[in-house]
């Protein structure tokens, strides 16, 4: 079955990085649209990046653009977020996304929470 295991996520200062991995099994990772979103308390869950299947191509969202990179590693089975100048407001919750043969996947999220 389609498995997405996050990790990465944490406290982190304002202006200060974090990396962001997900894991993905269970289907053939390498044809497939990958995708990170996050949902803030009390918001509905937003689009972050998203990267084509072989990365030739990756879109964002205006909050993150410049400060956010979308990356995947076929060999490994891998998507990444590369979060760098973070602010308050991108505290949330970070979820991996899939749809695969018609049905939409979600991992378990990480928490990011950016404090000082």
């Known amino acids: 079955q389609v498995q997405l295991v996050e990790s990465g996520g944490g406290l982190v200062q304002p202006g200060g990085s974090l990396r962001l991995s997900c894991a993905a099994s269970?289907?053939?990772?390498?044809?497939?649209?990958m995708s990170w979103y996050r949902q803030a308390p009390g918001k509905e869950r937003e689009l972050v990046a998203g990267?084509?299947?072989?990365?030739?191509?990756?879109n964002y969202a205006d909050s993150v653009k410049g400060r956010f990179t979308i990356s995947r590693d076929n060999a490994k089975n891998t998507v990444y977020l590369q979060m760098n100048s973070l602010k308050p407001e991108d505290t949330a919750v970070y979820y991996c996304?899939?749809?695969?043969?018609?049905?939409?996947?979600w991992g378990q999220g990480t928490q990011v929470t950016v404090s000082s």
């Open positions: 996304h899939v749809r695969w043969t018609g049905t939409t996947y």
């Open positions: 269970g289907f053939t990772f390498s044809s497939y649209r």
């Open positions: 990267i084509t299947s072989a990365g030739g191509i990756t």
